[in-house]
């Protein structure tokens, strides 16, 4: 049809046809058609996702998800059909406006304009806005390019019409500047009206459907009338779940990527839950599991344990007590998922679940294994016989396991290694969960105070190296004893230290919080070295390690600046990494030198309490623009100025991490003080308050 049209038309324009009120008649109708073409796609796309909807209202009312498979598209409608009617559409608007000058003059071609964008906003785009005060407060809030282009064009068609030398009427057939705007702005008009008005019921739809699919305790089932009654029922329980979260949850608890999730005071039917909802995700698959030391730990593997197994899931129970990289190890050696119940470093108020999905390697006859004998007991012999027998020649250590599950494997580990650990330089070793005891109330040795005990202890003993391990063994901080000084090791000078003591080439991955160390990885003579940063998460650490890996490079090491740092074969171990520090340090460790090669000063991460993201992206708009100006800025992850800070907004708590380097790290803060101040003062305050207090430990505590 659109064919027959065109060749119509072209063939009365050859033949110098004068009467253009067929040709005007033929534009109207396959502009006719083309709409109605349009809002047949749009209706046949509509009622495919009906379809699907329905579908799985059946499926889940009949309680029988798993059958459930989403049927492909054998025609990607809204991406090729709808493309071709608008193009239609936007082809004879433009020919419309060309062919009707001939008949009309301009008032009569601007009042059918604004009839047809009347009736449009009347008929399909009032119930929408509801009301032009909301119309326009999306006007408001588009982007200043969207005016200027307007204002533009406005001009610009102003000065066209009203130019002596062209006439005030041109004919538009000689000026072809109004038909191209035309076409242009007719697919621009359709691209925004399938966004605000059909892409929004698209997206409900899907999210409606995904909270059914994944109802596993058939919350909205079992209360068919309560929910289903009403008209408005997809509304009404998208509400529901938005104000239960538990779309956020299924999206953070997915078991094809590493998950970890956490929690304040979780009770054991909730966890329960939980494990129900693991079982469906993992499909049932048999998983290693464990727990930390926690008070209420052994408590809540049970219930998850039992809801997993209550939804026909297998589960090989290592029992509590148990570190996050001996519940990994296990996974990747007997080739199943493995899912850890840990809140890590946080107060005894938390819990949460880690899960690692399942390896893509299979192990040879390793699931077999995991069945005979007592589970708990060959777990920890598989763990423990993993570290390979050294001999550090009877090193002497102090260790704090931070009540933790690591004093229930390190005795063991050592011995293998030839490592002495005396009875009184065991500090916190009984796995009781107590928290109590430390200045921060948590299980975490990164926070300076909390390392009190341990430097005590080496100060007045025999120990050459100190260690204190975190609640499930993924973090650790080395004490170095150097005469009568007994300082921590942070990880930019671990990483510089690594650096000095790796004689192959190789890439150290970095995130924002060591870019000091950077320079100290690259000036190791002879070595050749390079560094890969990263975005801060465990996930994106791993991934790039992968990467790296999958291309054929030399990975040595990745470090966070929270003190987790992987092995090449991306594992982060708090004990295996310790151990090869302990090997660095039998070849002599030049603290010094490893200082001189970082060059410049740096604080340790500093956390600040900030609770107004509008107010922090105000201050973050405010530093870019200013730093910008003479110096690299990347705003990838954070807020990283080179040679002068970093900044990042934590995504779990209301915190922001800061690091200070440079020449002179005070002065580095005090011009970044100065922009926050006006902007957030509790910010700028609290920010100066914590600076002075971290300034005093890093020079009595750290080297």
């Known amino acids: ?32 058609l083309s709409v109605i073409g349009f809002l047949i796609v749009v209706a046949t796309v509509l009622g495919y996702d009906h379809y699907i909807t329905d579908i799985v209202m059946i499926v889940y009312h009949w309680d029988k998800m798993e059958f459930y498979k989403h049927p492909g598209k054998p025609v990607r409608f809204s991406a090729v059909h709808r493309w071709f009617y608008e193009l239609a559409t936007a082809l004879f608007v433009a020919l419309f406006i060309y062919y009707a000058n001939h008949k009309f003059n301009w008032p009569v071609i601007a009042f059918i304009v604004f009839v047809f964008i009347e009736l449009l906003y009347q008929l399909r785009l009032k119930k929408y806005f509801r009301n032009r005060w909301y119309f326009t407060g999306i006007l408001r809030n588009l982007p200043p390019m969207a005016y200027e282009i307007t204002f533009a064009i406005l001009i610009t068609s102003l000065l066209y019409c009203m130019s002596p030398e062209l006439g005030s009427f041109t004919p538009f057939h000689e000026y072809m500047f109004w038909p191209i705007l035309a076409f242009f702005a007719t697919l621009a008009f359709f691209g925004v009206l399938c966004r605000l008005r059909w892409k929004k019921y698209f997206q409900e739809r899907w999210r409606f459907t995904g909270i059914l699919k994944n ?25 529901d779940a938005k104000k239960r979260k538990v779309r956020d949850f299924i999206k953070a608890f997915s078991p094809d990527s590493l998950t970890d999730v956490r929690w304040q005071n979780v009770s054991s039917d909730e966890m329960c839950e939980l494990g129900k ?34 939804n026909k899931g297998k589960v090989a129970d290592c029992g509590n007590h148990c570190t996050t990289p001996m519940i990994e190890y296990l996974g990747r050696k007997y080739a199943l998922p493995a899912v850890m119940i840990t809140a890590s470093h946080l107060d005894e108020t938390w819990q949460g679940i880690k899960i690692t999905p399942e390896p893509e390697k299979k192990a040879e006859d390793e699931r077999e294994k995991v069945k005979a004998g007592n589970r708990r007991k060959k777990a920890l012999e598989d763990y423990v016989a993993s570290f390979s027998k050294e001999d550090f020649k009877n090193l002497s250590l102090a260790v704090d396991y931070f009540e933790g599950s690591v004093a229930r494997m390190f005795p063991e ?8 650990i005396s009875r009184a330089e065991e500090l916190n070793a009984e796995m009781s969960g107590d928290y109590s005891l430390f200045p921060s109330l948590s299980p975490d040795p990164t926070i300076p105070e909390n390392l009190g005990f341990v430097i005590k202890i080496m100060k007045t003993d025999d120990s050459e190296l100190g260690v204190a391990f975190d609640g499930d063994g993924d973090r650790y901080v080395i004490i170095l004893k150097r005469g009568k000084t007994v300082k921590a090791i942070d990880p930019v000078l671990f990483t ?80 295996r990494q310790f151990l090869e520090f302990c090997r660095y340090y039998g070849k002599g460790i030049d603290i010094e030198e490893a200082k001189n090669l970082i060059g410049c000063d740096y604080t340790l991460e500093m956390r600040v309490e ?34 002068s800070f970093v900044m990042r907004q934590s995504s779990r708590e209301n915190v922001v991490s800061f690091l200070f380097y440079g020449e002179d790290p005070r002065k580095e803060m005090e011009r970044v003080r100065d922009v926050i101040l006006p902007i957030y003062p509790q910010l700028a305050e609290d920010l100066e308050r914590r600076f002075n207090i971290m300034e005093g ?7």
């Open 215 to 239: 109802d596993f305790e058939g919350r909205y089932r079992n209360q068919w009338d309560k929910w289903f009654k009403n008209p408005k029922f997809r509304e009404k329980i998208t509400g």
């Open 1 to 32: 049809m659109v064919a027959a049209i065109l060749v119509f038309i072209g063939q009365a324009e050859f033949g110098k046809q004068t009467n253009y009120g067929p040709i005007l008649l033929l534009v109207l109708f396959g502009l006719i």
């Open 496 to 575: 510089a230290i690594s650096a000095m003591y790796y004689e192959e080439p190789g890439i150290f991955v970095l995130d924002p919080f060591v870019v000091p160390a950077e320079k100290a990885v690259k000036a190791v003579k002879s070595r050749e070295h390079d560094v890969v940063r990263v975005n801060r998460g465990r996930p994106n650490m791993i991934r790039t390690i992968l990467n790296l890996k999958y291309k054929g490079k030399k990975v040595h090491k990745g470090v966070e600046g929270s003190y987790h740092t992987f092995d090449s074969k991306d594992f982060d171990d708090g004990i």
């Open 277 to 310: 909802m693991a079982a469906n995700l993992l499909r049932g698959k048999k998983i290693v599991l464990g727990a930390d030391s926690r008070k209420n730990s052994h408590e809540m593997l049970r219930a998850f344990k039992k809801g997993y197994e209550k």
């Open 610 to 643: 900030c609770k107004d993201d509008e107010l922090f992206r105000e201050v973050t708009r405010k530093l870019v623009e200013l730093y910008k100006k003479e110096k690299d800025v990347d705003t990838s992850d954070g807020v990283w100025v080179r040679d």
């Open 413 to 420: 580990i050592a011995k293998r290694k030839g490592i002495l």
């Open 697 to 703: 430990q890093k020079k009595e505590l750290y080297w």
